[in-house]
């Protein structure tokens, strides 16, 4: 009797799948822990040192400017010398970064160390979506990458409760918070030891029978790579430039602005969300704090089902439309109804968490193999960036304009994402990863299955 075959793409379910998403997610975890226990650490930290307004944005924001540079930086380098080395040493960066931060006696200080662990984090965005993705069976992919927003979320949450019993500790509490970070950290540092390379970027460089004794020591003796096609020494080194190829830019610019103008409220609002509670009338409420969190994860677990649900463009678009409509919503109430405030906060909150688990699941889907770290590298370093300056200015712009102001300012950068999502939103469900990164297949002037090569598409 003959074995049944796969390939990757249909491969069932295995051991190493739920290993490859386990590091991942622990990755996403440290990144939210991160992001969490900074806006914790602050409200100690802050006023030990006295720090004015434009010190707490740009720590607030130090992480995010990293995740900018290292996104870019070690996405394009994943494309040039593979997957498995940087998601490896990218981890020791974060590591020792983060048990640094416990010695640090100035913000000058603290604002190096949050550079360099967003630096490590960024790089980690771009190679693990990219090795989950290029893993990870058809069937389970979208689920897989989506289920990193959830466990980012853990890990903020996470960081709400860690920082908010480490804060009764004494006068050195944002030590403890800050240094806690390493704990996760550590635990995927040592469990990324002896991760395998990328099957399909092997190929891609033209190491196919490296790429085959892979899929059959992991995946399995009946799995097959299913996709054989080498690149050129042209496309090999494509980088940047295929990015910006008339024929790619169009989903490079969907990508990047789809996923800005989601992350700018996202991190702005959160990274200072006790201010943001302390303005709205609810000083010192751990009750609307904890509604808030909870929230949060229900939405990205709830995200799960919506994104099996729905098409991609159509949750995208709807996401959009509900978030817009709920950040206008409670600039217009600010000075009403605290419960109507938190009302129209905890339905954007439940979205927002909700619609994050697409800026997981879209930018894998956008771009080809040959350049899939640099094209993730690219949208992440784009929005993050963006989220960075958004972040910033936002205790600038609390100080100086108001909360309905800020607020009113945030969801115009939604309505921006609502609009381009219409225009540009490809549909990617229920595609094999090669059909779903291919949109220029020429399938009205070429049969039916024939392929175009990349380096026919950007000429």
Request: net charge positive; aromatic share 12%.
């Amino acid at each position: 009797m003959n074995e049944q075959k796969f390939t990757i793409d249909d491969a069932p379910f295995n051991r190493f799948h739920f290993r490859i998403a386990g590091l991942t997610f622990g990755s996403s975890f440290c990144d939210g822990y991160s992001l969490g226990i900074i806006a914790m650490a602050l409200t100690v930290f802050g006023p030990q040192m006295n720090m004015n307004s434009l010190w707490t944005g740009l720590i607030g924001s130090s992480a995010l400017i990293g995740l900018f540079a290292g996104s870019l930086i070690l996405g394009r380098l994943s494309d040039r010398v593979g997957r498995q080395k940087i998601f490896l040493v990218n981890f020791l960066l974060i590591t020792v970064a983060t048990i640094l931060q416990f010695f640090v006696s100035s913000p000058e200080e603290l604002f190096i160390l949050r550079l360099l662990i967003g630096f490590g984090l960024g790089g980690d965005y771009a190679v693990g979506t990219t090795l989950l993705a290029e893993f990870s069976p058809k069937k389970y992919r979208s689920s897989l990458l989506a289920s990193i927003n959830v466990v980012w979320t853990l890990g903020y949450v996470a960081s709400n409760f860690v920082g908010h019993y480490l804060g009764q500790v004494g006068s050195d509490s944002w030590r403890w918070m800050l240094v806690s970070a390493a704990i996760p950290a550590i635990v995927v540092l040592i469990l990324r030891i002896g991760t395998p390379e990328s099957p399909r970027w092997l190929v891609s460089m033209g190491r196919v029978e490296e790429a085959r004794k892979i899929v059959k020591k992991h995946l399995g003796s009946n799995v097959e790579m299913g996709e054989t096609t080498t690149g050129t020494e042209n496309q090999k080194t494509l980088g940047f430039r295929g990015l910006f190829s008339k024929r790619l830019r169009k989903r490079l610019a969907f990508g990047g602005i789809f996923k800005l103008t989601l992350v700018i409220p996202y991190f702005a609002i959160y990274t200072f969300l006790p201010s943001i509670l302390s303005t709205m009338g609810f000083e010192q409420n751990f009750f609307a704090d904890t509604m808030l969190n909870l929230f949060l994860l229900v939405g990205a677990i709830i995200g799960l089902w919506l994104l099996a649900k729905f098409s991609r463009r159509g949750f995208t678009i709807g996401a959009f439309t509900i978030l817009t409509v709920s950040l206008f919503s409670l600039s217009f109430i600010h000075n009403g109804s605290q419960f109507l405030m938190l009302v129209a906060f905890l339905i954007f909150t439940f979205f927002m968490s909700a619609a994050s688990n697409l800026t997981l699941v879209y930018p894998a889907e956008l771009f080809p193999t040959e350049i899939r770290g640099s094209g993730i590298g690219m949208v992440t370093a784009i929005s993050r960036i963006g989220s960075a300056i958004g972040t910033f200015l936002l205790p600038v712009s609390l100080s100086s304009f108001g909360l309905s102001a800020s607020m009113a300012g945030m969801a115009a950068i939604l309505l921006v994402g609502l609009i381009v999502s219409i225009a540009w939103a490809p549909e990617t469900k229920n595609l094999s990863l090669h059909e779903a990164s291919d949109p220029l297949l020429e399938t009205e002037n070429s049969p039916k299955g024939t392929e175009i090569s990349l380096n026919e598409k950007i000429t």
